[in-house]
């Protein structure tokens, strides 16, 4: 029987609570977030900026590769709902194409460009610290219900205290380690994404999904698989191809039987 909507909510907020309590890998947190939040609150993309050290905001998740371009895009014109979301430490709503270009006239082009007619950005914020934000794409004008905007805003607000769990003065060195490698895993997944996809002719979406199934499928975290694809230490198999530990896995257990 399929999950109702109010199920998918429940089990999205366990999976990140689920983060409070255990060891974590920061990078598939945020992916879970925008990729429950896409689909829950029916946006066309979803995609979560960064701060790094230098205080620049880098794309860290994302559901598509439109989404990441158009993050990328606003960082270069220093403009945008993603951006002031962030600097503000305040949700910024965009309801619609007339108030993007009044507001942002570059981020409005690149936008309708891409299709997105309207934008709900809400800071990952923590009382005073904001490590970035979370943005939510749709092709359609309008803004998202109260209890919409309520339920992305706590969504939000788990992630950014799962981060933010064991931040202390004497530990603020450590968060900010975790947030670097976060960051430096990207770059990582980012170069294993493009071998896979020009080595399997696929695109970047499939490529990285053939990626996170591979990492999850050996309880493996992302950004290690990513780096011993780019160094050629490990090969994951065409996603045409059975997975041969799946397939020796199988024949074990035959054997056993």
Known sequence: MARTREQHLVDTFVT???????????????????????????????????????????????????????????????????????????????????????????????????????????????????????????????????????????????ATISILQQRSTEQAVLVQEQLRRALESRVSIEQAKGFLAHTYRLDLDTAFDVLRKYARSHQARIADVARDVV????VIPSPTAPDPQSASESESESEGR
Request: aromatic share 6%; glycine share 6%.
């Open 16 to 158: 990140l609570t689920d983060t409070l309590v255990s060891d974590y890998d920061t990078v598939e947190l945020l992916q879970t977030l925008v990729d429950n939040a896409a689909a829950l609150f029916d946006a066309s993309a979803a995609g979560i900026l960064l701060v790094n050290d230098e205080q620049e905001l880098e794309v860290i998740a994302s559901t598509s590769e439109r989404s990441t371009f158009i993050g990328l895009m606003q960082l270069d014109a220093g403009e945008g709902p993603c951006v002031e979301a962030f600097t503000s430490g305040m949700t910024v709503i965009v309801e619609d194409a007339r108030s993007m270009r009044r507001r942002w006239p570059r981020f409005a082009e690149l936008s309708a460009e891409l299709g997105y007619a309207s934008v709900h950005s809400i800071p990952l914020r923590l009382r005073d610290t904001t490590l970035g934000s979370m943005n939510l794409f749709r092709e359609s004008e309008g803004t998202l219900n109260r209890n919409d905007a309520v339920a992305a805003r706590a969504l939000t607000d788990v």
């Open 231 to 234: 160094n050629q230490v490990i």
